[in-house]
């Protein structure tokens, strides 16, 4: 959290996108959804309301970028693509606002619920085994 004079407490929850199993041989784009939960308690003493903006990184496994973003194998260097995004259609990838991506915002007591698109393309070489990227998100106010 950035600008924590804001607030007295904030907590930030997460559900995670979890993708199941990847079939190399579909050509569907497999979906997933997670839930980013920001609540925090503003200071008594501030009447106006706060704006405030969530940020997603590139993740470990992409290596700095965006699009596409990477999840590797547990163990191993292979990795297949993926991206998360602000919109159902898959449209806007969210990121830090910088390289085309965008970030989500609000207004208010700081308190938001956000849904978490994810996508992974299909038909891509995959090897068997379990995929997963940490990706750091920072809530700006």
Do not use: H
């Amino acid at each position: 959290f950035s600008g924590v004079a804001f607030a007295e407490d904030c907590t930030l929850a997460m559900v995670p996108i979890a993708f199941g199993p990847y079939d190399p041989f579909v050509a569907v784009v497999q979906q997933a959804e997670g839930r980013v939960t920001v609540d925090c308690t503003k200071r008594p003493d501030l009447t106006k309301k706060i704006d405030y903006v969530i940020r997603f990184d590139a993740g470990q496994g992409s290596g700095g970028v965006f699009n596409p973003r990477r999840m590797k194998v547990i163990g191993g260097d292979a990795s297949i693509r993926y991206n998360i995004f602000t919109d159902p259609s898959g449209t806007k990838i969210w990121g830090d606002g910088t390289g085309g991506t965008y970030t989500q915002s609000g207004n208010g007591d700081i308190v938001g619920e956000f849904i978490i698109f994810g996508r992974i393309r299909g038909r891509q070489n995959a090897v068997v085994g379990t995929y997963d990227d940490d990706l750091m998100i920072t809530v700006e106010f």
